[in-house]
């Protein structure tokens, strides 16, 4: 069976259909929508195959407060890679869209507790999808410094050296070894002024400044 190829018409009303669906996001680019929460982007990327003929819908975090060139894909989820074919978009996408509100890690709408954006994080981390992401326990730990909690930034140091120290050497290595990754990541966790500056630029620099926004109440 040859499947339609989807066109930049397709895309845009791919995008809107969800966006309809989930108004509290707003388009980054075609099949791609995100809000900013405190420092985080979260977002639904449709997520298009090779041969641009169907899309996964994909949920996301980006850290704003760790600098990076594009948006990034962590704590990364698919809908069990279900994937939906142009021509199944609209009897399939509202269905989708449904499973994506209830099971995504953090929620898509309305402002939320640290509390609740730090549970979607162990959440990931302790499903250990891919185990060796150091990134996502820096991310945790600099969400909670961007909300000013040290207990929090504490908890976040002890869960990440509880989990690495049993990380293969090698991968240990390539971050310079466990007790200088921990102790470089606490020390970024103190310099909060410097985390909300690097925030704002970072918004700038990839685009996402007029994005809506919520909060997270720390």
Same mark, same amino acid.
């Given at each position: 069976?040859?499947?339609?190829?989807?066109?930049?018409?397709?895309?845009?009303?791919?995008?809107?259909? @969800?966006?309809?669906?989930?108004?509290?996001?707003?388009?980054?680019?075609? #099949?791609?929508?995100?809000?900013?929460?405190?420092?985080?982007?979260?977002?639904?990327?449709?997520?298009?195959?090779?041969?641009?003929?169907?899309?996964?819908?994909?949920?996301?975090?980006?850290?704003?407060?760790?600098?990076?060139?594009?948006?990034?894909?962590?704590?990364?989820?698919?809908?069990?890679?279900?994937?939906?074919?142009?021509?199944?978009?609209?009897?399939?996408?509202?269905?989708?869209?449904?499973?994506?509100?209830? &099971?995504?890690?953090?929620?898509?709408?309305?402002?939320?507790?640290?509390?609740?954006?730090?549970?979607?994080?162990?959440?990931?981390?302790?499903?250990?999808?891919?185990?060796?992401?150091?990134?996502?326990?820096?991310?945790?730990?600099?969400?909670?410094? @961007?909300?000013?909690?040290?207990?929090?930034?504490?908890?976040?140091?002890? *869960?990440?050296?509880?989990? #690495?120290?049993?990380?293969?050497?090698?991968?240990? &290595?390539?971050?310079?070894?466990?007790e200088a990754w921990?102790?470089?990541?606490?020390?970024?966790?103190?310099?909060?002024?410097?985390? *909300?500056?690097?925030?704002?630029?970072?918004?700038?620099?990839l685009k996402v400044?007029?994005?809506?926004?919520?909060?997270?109440?720390?």
């Amino acid at each position: 069976m040859t499947w339609k190829r989807m066109t930049s018409a397709d895309k845009k009303r791919i995008t809107s259909d @969800w966006n309809q669906l989930f108004p509290s996001l707003g388009v980054f680019k075609p #099949m791609h929508l995100m809000n900013r929460l405190g420092p985080l982007l979260v977002g639904v990327l449709l997520e298009v195959k090779s041969g641009n003929e169907s899309y996964i819908p994909t949920f996301h975090v980006h850290n704003l407060a760790r600098p990076f060139p594009v948006v990034s894909l962590g704590l990364k989820t698919t809908l069990n890679r279900q994937y939906v074919h142009l021509e199944w978009h609209e009897r399939k996408y509202k269905d989708m869209a449904l499973i994506m509100r209830e &099971t995504a890690l953090i929620p898509l709408e309305a402002d939320l507790k640290l509390e609740t954006v730090a549970n979607g994080y162990k959440t990931f981390i302790e499903r250990r999808t891919d185990p060796f992401l150091p990134q996502t326990f820096e991310d945790l730990i600099l969400v909670s410094a @961007w909300c000013g909690s040290s207990v929090e930034v504490q908890k976040g140091l002890e *869960l990440a050296k509880s989990h #690495m120290k049993s990380w293969p050497e090698p991968v240990l &290595t390539g971050i310079g070894g466990l007790e200088a990754w921990l102790k470089q990541v606490e020390q970024k966790a103190k310099d909060k002024e410097k985390l *909300l500056n690097v925030c704002e630029q970072q918004s700038v620099e990839l685009k996402v400044d007029r994005l809506p926004t919520r909060a997270i109440l720390c």
